[in-house]
């Protein structure tokens, strides 16, 4: 026995959900990026850098609200910050540090 629908394909779409309110407020936005302009160790944070999970982390404990890692980056973005990976630099105060790298370098490559 074959079936015909009796409605038209209209009658088989969803009906329009209201949406779930915005987590993020604008207190959070401005929040955010007051903290992320400050050093986390001047927060009594045990990291001398930010990532986007620490933000993250560190705001769901002062604010109460749980942002995801992409949401942190794009309300950063929205306020043009953009974390980027450290740059790891060896230097010294000795005058003769690079000399002296050089002729380390020299005696590894031969």
Not at 67 to 85: M, N, P, Q, W, Y
Request: charge should be positive.
């Amino acid at each position: 026995m074959i079936s015909v629908l009796t409605e038209p394909v209209e009658g088989l779409k969803d009906r329009p959900m209201p949406a779930a309110p915005p987590k993020i407020t604008e207190e959070y936005r401005e929040h955010l990026l007051l903290v992320v302009r400050r050093r986390p160790r001047s927060l009594e944070q045990p990291y001398s850098l930010w990532t986007l999970q620490r933000l993250a982390d560190s705001m769901a404990e002062q604010t109460g609200i749980r942002a995801s890692i992409e949401t942190v980056r794009l309300v950063l973005k929205a306020g043009e910050i953009v974390l980027s990976r450290p740059q790891h630099k060896v230097s010294s105060p000795d005058p003769d540090y690079l000399v002296k790298k050089r002729r380390s370098k020299k005696r590894a490559t031969g």
